[in-house]
């Protein structure tokens, strides 16, 4: 059975930082896509940032050059590293991963809440 529980979420002032874990049991994330989404109130889920499994990234220009997505294949813990948050950035960011039969498994997720 294949968990994922997300971490680290929390209230911060805008400029400030938070790191976010996404930790798994029942699949390996160093051989699968993980990504990052997060959804505000209102809105759509929308994706974040994803790695996959050689370690490749992408971003959305919303976070490019703020966020970091990293990985501890050995935690089997995908991270993700945010860097001056602004009040845009307050969602529930939820973490993904996507098997070789491309199936996904997503966590429960954390709440950001990112103050003026």
């Known amino acids: 059975q294949v968990q994922l529980v997300e971490s680290g979420g929390g209230w911060v002032q805008a400029g400030g930082s938070l790191r976010l874990s996404c930790a798994a049991s029942?699949?390996?994330?160093?051989?699968?896509?993980v990504a990052w989404y997060r959804q505000a109130p209102g809105k759509q889920r929308e994706l974040v940032t994803a790695?996959?499994?050689?370690?490749?990234?992408n971003y959305s220009d919303s976070v490019k050059g703020r966020f970091t997505i990293s990985r501890d294949n050995a935690k089997n813990t995908v991270y993700l590293q945010m860097n001056s948050l602004k009040p845009e950035d307050t969602a529930v960011y939820y973490c993904?991963?996507?098997?070789?039969?491309?199936?996904?498994?997503w966590g429960q997720g954390t709440q950001v809440t990112v103050s003026s």
């Open positions: 993904k991963v996507t098997n070789r039969l491309f199936r996904d498994y």
């Open positions: 029942g699949i390996i994330f160093g051989i699968n896509t």
């Open positions: 790695i996959s499994s050689g370690g490749i990234t």
